[in-house]
C-alpha cells in the first residue's frame, strides 16, 4: 500500500474495503474511456474542419475579391486615361488648343491604375492557372500602358495625327478580354472553394453523427451488460 493512500484509524481490511467501494464500477470505466476517445475524434475532426475552411477562405478572398477587384480598378482607371485623351484630341481638333487639364487627368489616372496593378500583382498565386492569368494580364497591360503614354504624349504636344495613329483600340479589347477570362476564372474558383468548404461541413456533420451513435450504442450496450452482471 502507497504510503499517500494509507488512511490513519482504519485497519488494512477497512481500508481495502473502503478503497473499492470508491472505486469506479469497470463497466462505468469503459463507457468513460470510450467517451473520452469519441471526444478527442470529434476534437480532430472539428480542427481538420476548421483548417481547412481557413485555407478555402484564403483562397476565395485572394482571387475572388482582392485580385478581381484589383484588375477591375485597373481597368477603370485605364478607361478613364482613354476617355480623357480622346476628348483632349477632340478639342484640339475642334478648338486648335491643347486642353491640358484633360492630358494631365489621364497621366493621373495612368499612375493609380499602375498603384492599384501593382497591388494586384502582389497577392499570393493560388495555383498555376492562376500564374498563367495573372502573366497574360501583366503582358496586354505592359503593353496598353505604352501606347497610352505616347497618347499621352503626342496629345499634349498637340499631335493629333501621330496621337490618333497609336493602336490603342487592339490593345484594349485584348486587355478587356483577358479582363473577362480573369474575371471567370475568379468565380469558378469561388464556386469551387464555396463546395469544398459544403462538402467538408457535411463530411463533418456525417462523421460528428456516427460518433455519436457509436457512443449512445457503446453506452447502451455496457449498460445492458452491467445489469445482466448485476442480475447473476
Known sequence: MLPLLTLPYLSE?????????????????????TALVFQCATLVLSLWLVSSNQSSIGTLSSVAVDQVDAVAETVQHLMEA??????????????????HEMVQHARMELTLANTSFD???THTR?????????????????RYVEVLNQLVKYTGAGDVQWALAQPVQDIQEQLLLEQKNFIKYGNSISQTSLQSMGNR?????????VILLMVLATTFFLLYIIKKVDRK
Open 13 to 33: 481490511t477497512e481500508e481495502d474495503y473502503l478503497l473499492r467501494k470508491l472505486a469506479l464500477p469497470h463497466g462505468l470505466r469503459t463507457i468513460l474511456t
Open 82 to 99: 482613354r476617355l480623357s485623351l480622346s476628348r483632349a484630341n477632340t478639342r484640339i481638333v475642334l478648338f486648335n488648343k491643347i486642353p
Open 119 to 121: 497591388r494586384f500583382l
Open 126 to 142: 493560388v495555383d498555376e492557372e492562376n500564374h498563367i492569368r495573372v502573366q497574360a494580364l501583366k503582358d496586354v497591360y505592359s
Open 201 to 209: 461541413f457535411k463530411i463533418y456533420i456525417a462523421a460528428a453523427a
